[in-house]
């Protein structure tokens, strides 16, 4: 019943958990110039998604 919300929960969690550790080894290596790179991923995700599911929607159409 509230597996979305233990889902959502946890996957935030383990995103800035992930997100702290990267971003610690990024700055023991001074390498801190990829850190937009890191979070750029994220970004392109979303980006990727809001033009791919009104094409699949096209495709297969809605279906609630």
Do not use: A, E, R
Not at 17 to 38: A, D, R, Y
Request: include cysteine.
């Amino acid at each position: 019943m509230y597996f979305g919300t233990f889902s959502s929960l946890s996957s935030g969690v383990v995103f800035v958990l992930i997100s702290s550790i990267v971003l610690q080894v990024l700055k023991k290596h001074n390498i801190q110039i990829f850190n937009g790179l890191f979070y750029s991923g994220v970004g392109i995700g979303i980006f990727l998604c809001s033009i791919l599911v009104p094409f699949f929607i096209s495709i297969n159409g809605w279906k609630p």
